[in-house]
């Protein structure tokens, strides 16, 4: 399985932002996919996950603000962002795993994208 994450840039505060991962495999409608974050000098934190029966899970810092969504006829996950704060400045990463449970975990996840930088100026 191959993750390629896109659709980052430089946002203004209170602006929008579309990030999109494709995958490369042929069962993409089994896998549970997820985006995560890493700000420099931070760990890797959970944003948005959504399993294979399309049930949504969100951080409390994202609750509200960020939507995720797939599209299983497409092979994609995509997260939009409103309401960009500065501390939502990242690298965002999306991942993928086919098993039953876990979805806010980074340790839950076997198969990573190479991240999408998010700027955000105050």
């Known amino acids: 399985v191959q993750l390629q994450a896109s659709g980052g840039g430089l946002v203004q505060t209170g602006g929008s932002l579309r990030l999109s991962c494709q995958h490369s495999?042929?069962?993409?409608?089994?896998?549970?996919m997820a985006w995560f974050r890493q700000a420099p000098g931070k760990e890797r934190e959970f944003v948005a996950a959504?399993?294979?029966?399309?049930?949504?899970y969100y951080s409390e810092s994202v609750k509200g603000r960020f939507a995720i969504s797939r599209d299983n006829a497409k092979n994609t996950v995509s997260v939009q962002m409103n309401s960009l704060k500065p501390e939502d400045a990242a690298v965002y990463f999306c991942?993928?795993?086919?098993?039953?449970?876990?979805?806010?975990?980074?340790?839950?996840?076997?198969?990573w994208g190479q991240g999408t930088l998010v700027t955000v100026s105050s």
């Open positions: 959504i399993n294979r029966n399309y049930v949504e």
């Open positions: 991942a993928a795993h086919d098993r039953r449970s876990g979805f806010t975990r980074a340790r839950d996840y076997d198969h």
């Open positions: 495999g042929r069962t993409f409608s089994y896998y549970n």
